[in-house]
Nanobody, 127 residues
Framework: QVQLVESGGGLVQAGGSLRLSCAAS????????VGWFRQAPGKEREFVSA????????GYANSVKGRFTISRDNAKITVYLQMNSLKEEDTAVYYC????????????????????WGQGTQVTVSS
């Protein structure tokens, strides 16, 4: 069972950038497709971005397309979410999620596709 740890959240002004990291405690994410979700107060947890196990396939919510970039390091130990041009509406707790999959498998954009979740990291964007 993989344990996920997110980091990199914080307070940033609108228009600024943050980079979130998702790592597997005591292991790697090399066998997993990984996704990022977020949940704002009073709202449902929503899909943000995801990458396939190989890193060759990625997907984004329309609300973040062109501003956020998901990537994996070469050893696939860590998955990153680079967030640029941040807006107040990006304020939320961001969660990474992982799903064991084949190397040629897809990325997943539904919460129910993922078996493993991190505890979340707070991102607050101020005006």
């Amino acid at each position: 069972q993989v344990q996920l740890v997110e980091s990199g959240g914080g307070l940033v002004q609108a228009g600024g950038s943050l980079r979130l990291s998702c790592a597997a405690s005591g292991g790697t994410l090399s066998s997993y497709a990984v996704g990022w979700f977020r949940q704002a107060p009073g709202k449902e947890r929503e899909f943000v971005s995801a990458t396939s196990r190989s890193g060759g396939l990625t997907g984004y919510a329309n609300s973040v397309k062109g501003r956020f970039t998901i990537s994996r390091d070469n050893a696939k130990i860590t998955v990153y979410l680079q967030m640029n041009s941040l807006k107040e509406e990006d304020t939320a707790v961001y969660y990474c999620a992982a799903q064991l999959t084949s190397y040629t498998g897809p990325y997943y954009s539904r919460r129910g596709d993922y078996d493993y979740w991190g505890q979340g990291t707070q991102v607050t964007v101020s005006s």
